[in-house]
């Protein structure tokens, strides 16, 4: 018990840091570095060596993530820059009159669309100002952006989460390693049946969000009018479906790069479709109150105005650098085509680091950063822009990524030392096993119930599901293990609770209410959004008790 509470510290100091003291992710998590590299020396007694090494090995995959996160958000900026967005935001607010329909197909299926192109909370950025802009309280603006984050963002910036923070949370663990090989898998083929179930399990409880969604703002919003007119439940559930079929079909076939880039896409193209047709939609549209009205509570300071789309800018060019992102990244992860091969060809490595076993290496060609900078190129010359607005992009891009190098970095350190605790010479296993050998004692086969709430927790306090993935990853693997179930259920479990804990992180919810001018109001908004964080946390720990139960 007593090696279970000192591995516990490293945790405990992110916990104490971010939630008791307040303190923003870019102190806590240096802060937890440090505890994590004492606890590593003074009671794992850790060689130096391993220390350093385990540092230089997290710098190489945080500046694989930091150049993603770059070129994500530098190829939302420079569509904002272009027009683009503009075209993209009016396309979408000409189809109908109620504001129901128009949160889902913003908020639901755009919003979904943006986190699975950018994900890092962009969806707040586009989608929040829009919803205000065109008549939405900015509480209910706000309140639509968080909820959404709940399903897409396992699979936020093109599978980073799974892709690099799984990766970086598993990857050089001898006991993963052991497990894996005597199932014949290698990691990247685990993490792909990782999406695959969480994905099934994202289905399960997302398809319903937009219907949450739904009667979430109508009951909030509708003070003193009565019963809200318009059914719209049906629309509603087809709407989740149109974006959780091809989500969850996509992480099964393709993996975990695409599926809420093209769950958007594919729900754009169902739901317009419907709207156009006047499917299922209501026969007397649904408003807010006038204005003039609202309690102090719903407005914020800060009332954006859509810009007018430049001439020239059509709905296809407007659309056709994501598409043209998609149809890259495809082309370029599809082992029957060379392009595979070439692009992971062009690798550097460091191995043996300071004489230690530790290897830190990296395909920079074959990292989704690269294809968002291509795409950047190619939008400059098809959208006719000018060098200012290219520097306008590079302007608003370097102060998000200096913003989250830091608390991402760190995180990043602390990961790698704590996973690489198993070479010590106190001869105990590493840090993550003997935290799950404690908590599998502890919780024994309902493990499941909870798995779920330990991502949560990781993405509240780190305010990001890829840092959630990286603290937690390898100790779910060994309670999986320890309990004799599936580890792949009990890690899908960890990164759908995580994405859950995105829809309440500190760090959102900031981001997103600074956006209107809603900064102060952050309790409010947290309390009316935890019903929707329980429900999914709940469900999916019923969910996996039953999967681990029947099928596993």
């Keep these: 018990m007593l090696t279970f509470l000192i591995a516990l510290l490293p945790i405990a100091t992110v916990f104490l840091l971010l939630v008791v003291a307040r303190r923003p992710a870019s102190q806590a998590m240096p802060g937890a570095l440090v505890a994590t590299a004492l606890v590593a020396v003074l009671a794992w007694q850790v060689p130096f060596s391993y220390i350093a090494a385990s540092l230089v090995q997290g710098l190489a995959i945080a500046a694989e993530i930091l150049f993603i996160v770059f070129g994500a958000i530098l190829l939302l900026n420079v569509l904002l820059a272009s027009g683009a ?41 586009v989608c929040v100002p829009l919803l205000v802009a065109v008549g939405f309280p900015a509480l209910a603006a706000v309140l639509a952006a968080l909820i959404i984050q709940s399903t897409p963002s396992t699979f936020g910036a093109v599978g980073t989460p799974l892709i690099f923070g799984m990766d970086a949370g598993l990857g050089g663990a001898t006991a993963v390693e052991a ?6 898998l290698g990691l990247n083929e685990f993490i792909a049946q990782v999406g695959s179930r969480a994905a099934l399990i994202h289905a399960a409880i997302g398809t319903f969000i937009p219907l949450l969604l739904v009667m979430m703002i109508s009951r909030i919003f509708a003070r ?9 439940w049906p629309f509603a559930l087809v709407a989740g479906l149109a ?22 896409l594919v729900g754009l193209a169902i739901v317009v479709t419907l709207i156009r047709l006047g499917w299922l939609q209501p026969q007397r549209p ?65 191995t043996g680091i300071f004489g230690t076993t530790i290897t830190a290496a990296s395909a920079p060609l074959y990292l989704p950063g690269t294809m968002f900078l291509l795409v950047v190129a190619i939008t400059y010359g098809l959208h006719q822009m000018k060098p200012g607005d290219l520097g306008q992009a590079l302007g608003r891009s370097l102060p998000v990524l200096q913003k989250t190098a830091l608390a991402l970095g760190a995180a990043v350190l602390m990961a790698r030392v704590f996973i690489n605790s198993d070479v010590n010479g106190a001869g105990l296993p ?9 908590m599998s004692g502890l919780a024994g ?21 890829t840092v959630s993935n990286m603290m937690f990853s390898l100790f779910q693997f060994g309670v999986a293990e320890n309990i004799a179930t599936p580890p792949a259920l009990i890690l899908a479990l960890q990164t759908v609770g995580a994405s859950a804990g995105n829809v309440i992180c500190v760090s959102n919810v900031v981001a997103a209410a600074a956006t209107v001018g809603l900064l102060g109001r952050e309790g409010l908004l947290m309390r009316q959004l935890l019903p929707v964080v329980v429900y999914y946390v709940g469900l999916a720990g019923l969910l996996g008790m ?3 139960t029947v099928g596993g």
């Design 224 to 232: 003193g009018r009565g019963r809200v007119e318009g059914r719209l």
């Design 286 to 350: 649904w408003d807010f109150p006038p204005p003039e009205s609202w309690p102090e509570s719903w407005s914020g300071s800060v009332v954006p105005t859509l810009p007018s789309p430049p001439a020239g800018m059509t709905v296809v060019k407007a659309w056709l650098p994501y598409v043209l992102l998609g149809v890259l990244l495809v082309l370029s992860r599809l082992s029957q085509l060379p392009l595979k091969g070439w692009l992971q060809g062009a690798r550097v490595a460091w």
């Design 546 to 548: 039953v999967w681990a």
């Design 445 to 465: 086969g309902v493990w499941p119930l909870f798995a779920a709430g330990v991502g949560l927790i990781g993405a509240f306090v780190a305010g990001s599901v």
């Design 430 to 438: 590493s840090m993550p096993i003997a935290l799950a050998e404690g």
């Design 243 to 264: 974006f959780t079929v091809p989500y969850s079909l996509t992480a099964i076939f393709l993996g975990p790069e695409f599926p809420s880039m093209i769950g958007g």
């Design 179 to 184: 497990a894996l090989t005597a199932q014949n």
């Design 85 to 125: 967005i503009a075209v993209i935001r009016q396309s979408l607010l000409a189809l109908s009159p109620d504001r129901r329909v128009q949160m889902i197909v913003i908020a639901w299926l755009f919003g979904s669309f943006i986190e699975g192109a950018s994900g890092f909370g962009t969806p707040a950025v």
